[in-house]
């Protein structure tokens, strides 16, 4: 019978790719939707005004690779990050930002 190596423990989380933003159901609302980062155990959503650099606010934590961001003013364009969070409060980097006007 062979033996099972150990696991490696993971060290560091590459940055969520391929963040979408798309019109919501409901007025003021934006769907994300990014691919899944294996060891991941939760991501960590944060969004801002597209124009005039405001600060990043955190918008939700979510332990899927899809959330939906509410409360947003309609007509108005967001930027949006997501990070993915391992064992041990492992960050990976911000993702690329995605761009959208709120429904």
């Known amino acids: ?5 150990a696991p490696t423990p993971i060290t560091s989380l590459p ?7 798309s019109m919501g159901d409901n007025p003021g ?4 939707q990014w691919d899944r980062i294996t060891g991941a155990r939760s991501y960590v959503v ?11 606010t955190q918008a939700k ?6 959330a ?8 108005k364009t ?4 997501v990070r993915a969070i391992g064992p041990r409060e492992i960050l990976s980097p911000w993702s690329d930002e995605a761009v959208k006007m709120a429904p």
Request: overall charge negative; hydrophobic content about 40%; glycine content about 12%.
């Open 61 to 66: 934590i979510v332990t899927g690779s899809r």
């Open 1 to 5: 019978m062979d033996v099972r190596p």
């Open 78 to 81: 967001y930027a949006f990050r």
């Open 68 to 75: 939906t961001v509410a409360g947003l003013v309609s007509g």
């Open 46 to 56: 944060e969004f801002r005004e597209h124009i005039g650099g405001s600060t990043w």
């Open 29 to 32: 609302e934006i769907d994300l």
């Open 15 to 21: 940055m969520p790719e391929d963040l979408r933003a």
